[in-house]
Nanobody, 119 residues
Framework: QVQLVESGGGLVQPGGSLTLSCVAS????????MAWYRQAPGKERELVAV???????NYPDSVKGRFTISRDSPKNTVFLHMNSLKPEDTAVYSC?????????????WGQGTQVTVSS
């Protein structure tokens, strides 16, 4: 079992910055990669950043160059640094942990944190 707790959401003006945090606990050793997803009202959930156990990162074009995922391994924490925020970035952002236990893949999710970009 992996537990994920996000924090850092809020209201920010267009062009502003915000950093989200996700603290993982439990079976940390089973985590292969961690990611941030977002879901806006009426839209499908979208992957916005992923970081693998080896440190490789990947982003969709919609956030590339503006969002950065990083981690503090000793603190079991993953961050999403968001710059140049746009109103279309408004969504609930959720942390995801991709794990494998006894050869069985399983995803874990945090509760989500609201990010609103508005003037």
């Amino acid at each position: 079992q992996v537990q994920l707790v996000e924090s850092g959401g809020g209201l920010v003006q267009p062009g502003g910055s915000l950093t989200l945090s996700c603290v993982a606990s439990g079976s940390i050793f089973s985590i292969n990669a961690m990611a941030w997803y977002r879901q806006a009202p009426g839209k499908e959930r979208e992957l916005v950043a992923v970081i693998t156990r080896g440190g490789s990162t990947n982003y969709p074009d919609s956030v590339k160059g503006r969002f950065t995922i990083s981690r503090d391994s000793p603190k079991n924490t993953v961050f999403l640094h968001m710059n140049s925020l746009k109103p279309e970035d408004t969504a609930v952002y959720s942390c995801n942990a991709m794990t494998t236990s006894y050869g069985v893949p399983k995803d874990y999710w945090g509760q989500g944190t609201q990010v609103t970009v508005s003037s």
